[in-house]
């Protein structure tokens, strides 16, 4: 299956069970594709954990959900040896982070602590139990949400910490015609722990998915698009308005979502409107203003628009 059709089909399925998304969706299976992690925001009651279980669905991938509180420990992630008195040895018991999609509901309520051992999994794909190392083994890939209005005893994430996200998507309400047909839905006995009742099937198996990320091999980008990609990022680093710019690890993230994106429209081949579309939730995260430059109203947002105008378009 092509990445077009798999990006097609995947937007239709999820599309059953959740309504008025499908940027949403499009940006979460390019991350999944990229072997990226997303960090989902949005208040709640959107469909985030609808969301997340769809996609898991399609892709065929074992599903494990973890809530974040103040008192949650590193070892309610990871895992911890347990004493067997049967057999006088200690055995593993491993924790939600040995799956393929790992759902982290507000992330920004649990301490430093246990977000530091979440965050070394996904960058690192193992994790460390009492000294041993244990790999996370196949498709990976973590949707962390949080809420952007409550900040009352939340732990916000270190700057270093969210440019291990390779997006950060935004999940807003839905418009009215799609509000609207979500009703119709829970009028037809939608349940959303039910994915069955709204027909939401297996688009493709997780060594299929690998074999898509494989075709991307075969794209070209070419010289004058890989300079594009630097000058972006170089520019929100050079910015008066910015105490913190995108990284080379960002710019990395760009051209790899940009690849995707281009998959998605059926080409071989990179263009700069795939730099542009992907910008926004690859960025985001990752650009730090000055308090000046918010106080004279300047979002990040506006910044990143900013520098795709500032940046010549190569031909």
């Given at each position: 299956?092509s990445?077009?059709?798999?990006?097609?089909?995947?937007?239709?399925?999820?599309?059953k069970?959740?309504?008025?998304?499908?940027?949403?969706v499009?940006?979460?299976?390019?991350a999944?594709?990229?072997?990226?992690?997303?960090l989902?925001e949005?208040?709640?009651?959107?469909?985030k954990?609808l969301?997340?279980?769809?996609?898991?669905?399609?892709?065929g991938?074992?599903?494990?959900?973890v809530?974040?509180?103040?008192?949650?420990?590193?070892?309610?992630?990871?895992?911890?040896?347990v004493?067997?008195?049967?057999?006088?040895?200690?055995?593993?018991?491993?924790?939600?982070?040995?799956t393929?999609?790992?759902?982290?509901?507000?992330?920004?309520?649990?301490p430093?602590?246990?977000?530091?051992?979440?965050?070394q999994?996904?960058q690192?794909?193992?994790?460390?139990?009492?000294?041993v190392?244990?790999p996370?083994?196949?498709?990976?890939?973590?949707?962390?949400?949080?809420?952007?209005?409550?900040?009352?005893?939340?732990?916000?994430?270190?700057?270093?910490?969210?440019?291990?996200?390779l997006?950060?998507?935004?999940?807003?309400?839905?418009?009215?015609?799609?509000?609207?047909?979500?009703?119709?839905l829970?009028?037809?006995?939608?349940?959303?722990?039910?994915?069955?009742?709204?027909?939401?099937?297996?688009?493709?198996g997780?060594?299929?998915l690998?074999?898509a990320?494989?075709?991307?091999?075969?794209?070209?980008?070419?010289?004058?698009?890989?300079?594009?990609?630097?000058?972006?990022?170089?520019?929100?680093?050079?910015?008066?308005?910015?105490?913190?710019?995108?990284?080379?690890?960002?710019?990395v993230?760009l051209?790899?979502?940009?690849?995707?994106?281009?998959?998605?429209?059926?080409?071989?081949?990179?263009?700069?409107?795939?730099?542009?579309?992907v910008?926004?939730?690859?960025?985001?995260?990752?650009?730090i203003?000055?308090?000046?430059a918010?106080?004279?109203?300047?979002?990040?947002?506006?910044?990143?628009?900013?520098?795709?105008?500032?940046?010549?378009?190569?031909?």
């Open positions: 299956m990445i077009k059709e798999l990006m097609a089909e995947v937007q239709a399925q999820v599309g069970a959740v309504l008025g998304q499908e940027e949403a499009a940006h979460l299976v390019t999944l594709l990229a072997q990226g992690h997303v989902l949005g208040v709640p009651g959107v469909a954990t969301l997340s279980r769809a996609l898991a669905r399609c892709v991938a074992d599903f494990k959900r809530q974040c509180t103040p008192d949650l420990m590193p070892a309610d992630i990871t895992g911890t040896n004493f067997d008195v049967q057999t006088r040895t200690f055995r593993l018991v491993k924790g939600p982070v040995f393929n999609l790992l759902l982290v509901d507000e992330i920004n309520r649990t430093p602590k246990t977000q530091s051992a979440l965050l999994a996904m690192e794909r193992y994790v460390t139990i009492d000294g190392d244990h996370l083994e196949g498709v990976f890939f973590v949707i962390a949400t949080q809420n952007p209005i409550e900040y009352e005893g939340t732990y916000p994430l270190p700057e270093a910490q969210l440019d291990r996200f997006m950060k998507v935004y999940v807003g309400y839905p418009d009215s015609a799609a509000e609207q047909n979500v009703l119709r829970h009028l037809r006995g939608l349940d959303p722990q039910d994915l069955d009742s709204v027909g939401v099937q297996r688009v493709i997780l060594a299929e690998q074999e990320v494989r075709e991307l091999a075969r794209q070209t980008v070419r010289e004058d698009l890989i300079a594009y990609i630097a000058a972006l990022a170089q520019r929100t680093r050079e910015s008066p308005h910015t105490v913190l710019g995108a990284s080379p690890r960002a710019a993230a051209l790899r979502c940009s690849q995707i994106r281009a998959a998605a429209q059926g080409r071989d081949f990179v263009t700069p409107d795939d730099v542009q579309d910008a926004h939730p690859v960025l985001r995260h990752r650009i203003l000055k308090p000046e918010e106080i004279e109203g300047l979002t990040v947002e506006g910044l990143i628009d900013s520098v795709i105008s500032a940046v010549p378009v190569p031909r």
